[in-house]
């Protein structure tokens, strides 16, 4: 395996662990801890996956760049095409509407609840399932 192989495959499979890590462990738990509040948690949530947005967009970035310099197999390109259009769908359709919510809960207005979560908690699922599997299919290429 060359350089821009083995470089698609290891940040894939960092990507693939800090989504694990935040998306479903991390941020369910923060409201599990004594004395988080909804405007805590919210507050700690939004700063944690504006954070965790911008270091995925880097990896994909530099996945696509490792991608180009050494096409993968078809399998392998689909599913991570899938990984970033889910990053995508999240960034652009899901978290502004999720932020403006956020935002009204943050200032103390009573604010309905948004099924935006479930969205973006789905995209999650359908990332990390890409990304596992296109980290694996690279890993057979």
Do not use: C
Request: cysteine-free; proline content about 4%.
């Amino acid at each position: 395996m060359s350089v821009a192989p083995a470089v698609a495959v290891a940040v894939v499979f960092v990507w693939l662990g800090m989504v694990l890590a935040i998306s479903f462990l991390e941020a369910p738990l923060k409201f599990r801890a004594r004395g988080v509040t909804l405007q805590i948690g919210l507050g700690i949530g939004r700063l944690v996956f504006r954070a965790l947005n911008t270091v995925e967009v880097v990896l994909a970035i530099v996945i696509l760049v490792s991608i180009v310099a050494t096409p993968p197999s078809t399998g392998a390109a689909a599913a991570l095409a899938v990984a970033f259009a889910a990053l995508a769908l999240q960034i652009g359709a899901v978290r502004p509407r999720l932020n403006r919510r956020s935002d009204q809960v943050l200032a103390g207005l009573d604010a309905p609840r948004l099924r935006g979560h479930y969205v973006y908690i789905a995209l999650e699922v359908i990332k990390a399932l890409a990304l596992a599997a296109g980290g694996i299919l690279l890993l057979s290429n």
